[in-house]
């Protein structure tokens, strides 16, 4: 069954960058990969998962959270399955275990979410 692996998380200073990204494993979608938005979600210890941002099928639509709009950019690249998310300006507050999904809609509802990686972390600490 194909799964979305995160990667690229890691420690970084605040106001410093980071960039993850998302990519298949283990098979593929039921549809083509730019059939799927892309969203990036992130929970911090002790508090509810929240949306951070999120890419139509071809890319041509996005969507920001405002805690990270003007700082994080999200892209895909359809040709290699994958998506990113570039983190900028970062701050203790980003400082979150990152999740990326897929599903058939273009939305910050995670319930139309079908397909979950299992996180990575990023830390923003001096």
């Known amino acids: 069954q194909v799964q979305l692996v995160e990667s690229g998380g890691g ?3 605040p106001g410093g960058s980071l960039r993850l990204a998302c990519t298949t494993s283990g098979g593929t979608f039921e549809h083509p990969f730019n ?3 892309l969203a990036w979600w992130r929970q911090a210890p002790g508090k509810d998962r929240e ?3 999120a890419a139509s099928g071809n ?3 996005t969507y920001y959270a ?4 003007g700082r994080f950019t999200v892209t895909r690249d359809n ?4 998506a990113y998310l570039e983190m900028g300006s970062l701050q203790p507050e980003d400082t979150a275990v990152y999740y ?3 599903g058939p809609a273009f939305t910050r509802a995670p319930n139309l979410y079908n ?3 299992q996180g990575t972390q990023v830390t923003v600490s001096s």
């Open 11 to 13: 420690l970084v200073q």
């Open 35 to 37: 059939y799927y938005a």
């Open 51 to 53: 949306f951070v941002a």
């Open 59 to 61: 890319g041509g639509l």
């Open 66 to 69: 405002d805690s990270v709009k």
């Open 79 to 82: 040709a290699e399955l994958t």
């Open 100 to 102: 990326c999904a897929a």
């Open 115 to 117: 397909y979950w990686g």
